[in-house]
């Protein structure tokens, strides 16, 4: 089964920064990628999906790049309702596989 | 607006079942895979288990593989999962997904979610 490993656990940031979330596939998913927003006591919400493309009504400060085994989710300005818990997701094969999630806060 | 209301969820002592409904509204269930994902308290996400369209496919995680069953009923618009031989480490709350139109294996919309904790 494919692992998703993100990067860092825990970022610590302010308003206006520029954030950047890893995620590393055990093997290639072919860009089968997709990034979800949680905040706490809430279901997630998709962001990003085919590794790149923004979701309906995503702000366009949220962008997800990469190929292959690695992949980045960037925020370009943070705002202060980005701070969340970031999780990556592959659905290349049926076992959709989650990274462990990255937790943006409040530096 | 699409909409998936999870339901079922609760105290069971180990070793025993319970089964997870998840009502679908706004959309044709039957025009998506749909999915189980859990999180255990304090924890991050867990991929459970996933259906196709005409329930002809099913996969999941090695954890519960032999334990829960995932089930669809298109007419009713509806998912379930049956869980059995319940652990604690099944304690978790239990959201119900929509796969996207085509990419079809990801969680586009998500439920609320139904808390289910199992302890003697």
């Known amino acids: 089964d494919t692992q998703m490993t993100q990067s860092p656990s825990t970022l610590p940031a302010s308003v206006g920064d520029r954030v950047i979330i890893t995620c590393r596939a055990s093997q290639s998913i072919n860009n089968w990628l997709a990034w979800y927003q949680q905040k706490p006591g809430k279901a997630p919400k998709l962001l990003i999906y085919k590794a790149s493309n923004l979701q309906s009504g995503v702000p366009s400060r949220f962008r997800g790049s990469g190929s292959g085994t690695e992949f980045t989710l960037t925020i370009s300005s943070l705002q202060p309702d980005d701070f969340a818990t970031y999780y990556c997701q592959q659905y290349n094969s049926y076992s959709g596989a989650f990274g462990q999630g990255t937790k943006v806060e409040i530096k | 607006e699409v909409q998936l209301v999870e339901s079922g969820g609760g105290l069971v002592q180990p070793g025993m079942s319970l089964r997870l409904s998840c009502g679908a509204s706004?959309?044709?269930?039957?025009?998506?895979?749909m999915s189980w994902v859990r999180q255990a308290p304090g924890k991050g996400l867990e991929w459970v288990a996933n259906i196709k369209q005409d329930g002809s496919e099913r996969h999941y995680v090695d954890s519960v593989k032999g334990r829960f069953t995932i089930t669809r009923d298109n007419a009713e618009n509806s998912l379930d999962l049956q869980m059995n031989s319940l652990r604690a480490e099944d304690t978790a709350v239990y959201y119900c997904?929509?796969?996207?139109?085509?990419?079809?294996?990801?969680?586009?919309?998500w439920g609320q979610g139904t808390l289910v904790i199992v302890s003697s």
């Open positions: 997904a929509r796969g996207g139109l085509r990419d079809q294996l990801l969680c586009a919309n």
């Open positions: 706004g959309f044709t269930i039957g025009d998506y895979w």
